[in-house]
């Protein structure tokens, strides 16, 4: 009786499953999207962040994350000693450190 409304044909073929590629595809576009647009940018920043780190040379005028900005008076392997004013130095972790000043930027010190 169900074959007069539907034909035995056509619920055959919509029984049929989609390839196990066509139902992750949208998934692997996602994460490759994710990549391009999220991870490697942030690693590309990190990258370059750790360059700077390491090219800190004593007398570089620097600005840490906090918005403290002085000239680097020494360095040690995760500490940097930092003056900020005539005869007032603070030790600043290295990795706060955000940028590295022209030369000539602070004037007063």
Known sequence: ML???VSPAYAQQAAAQPSLV???APLMVLIVVFYFLLIRPQMKRTKEHRQMLDKIAKGDEVVAS???AGRV???GEAYL???IA???????QK???TSVLPKGT???L
């Open 22 to 24: 066509m139902q992750f």
């Open 66 to 68: 906090g918005g403290l």
């Open 73 to 75: 008076s020494g360095i």
């Open 3 to 5: 074959d007069f409304f």
């Open 95 to 97: 990795q706060a450190i």
């Open 106 to 108: 602070l004037k007063s």
């Open 81 to 83: 000693t930092v003056d």
């Open 86 to 92: 005539e005869g007032v130095s603070v030790k600043i």
